[in-house]
């Protein structure tokens, strides 16, 4: 019976600093970050910072768009794969395009309001997700379906008969 006891002891006080230890790391990484920003708020550290956040939209989706360009690879229609790569070349190119414009108004304008910019348009963030989601349902309803773990259980067990 001690051994149980010990057992649920040690899990109960691991629960416990588990659930102590969440807040307590939140507030020592937000506090870290708010001294650091004391130390390093300077003009090159907010162009860094204005320059990532006006890019991250279009590094998001052309990460997005080369991940399933790799994946479409495998896929075993040959006509969907045609269509997913033309439309993630396509896509790419245009996140490509939009990065480097959006990366020359900011050089040559330099607002900081993100309205200004078309990587954080509705279109451009709404049309590349609307692309994303209709590929994958077309790649989705052009496969084969998947055989769950009571399919694969049968078979096995039909092949060691």
Not at 28 to 33: E, R
Not at 48 to 57: A, C, G, M, T
Not at 82 to 87: E, L, N, Q
Not at 145 to 160: C, G, V
Request: some cysteine.
């Amino acid at each position: 019976m001690d051994d149980r006891f010990i057992k649920y002891t040690k899990l109960s006080i691991i629960i416990f600093l588990l659930f102590l230890a969440v807040p307590v790391t939140f507030s020592l990484v937000f506090g870290v970050f708010y001294g650091f920003s004391g130390l390093i708020s300077s003009r090159p550290v907010d162009v860094i910072f204005e320059i990532f956040i006006i890019s991250l939209p279009a590094i998001i989706f052309c990460t997005a768009f080369t991940i399933f360009f790799a994946r479409t690879k495998y896929h075993p229609s040959k006509i969907v794969r045609v269509i997913s790569y033309t439309v993630f070349i396509i896509c790419i190119a245009s996140c490509i395009f939009f990065l480097v414009t959006d990366l020359l108004y900011y050089f040559h304008v330099h607002r900081k309001d993100i309205e200004n910019y078309q990587c954080f348009e509705i279109w451009f963030l709404a049309g590349n997700i609307g692309t994303i989601f209709t590929i994958g349902l077309l790649q989705a309803f052009t496969t084969q379906k998947e055989k769950d773990w009571m399919e694969r259980a049968k078979e096995k067990n039909i092949s060691n008969t």
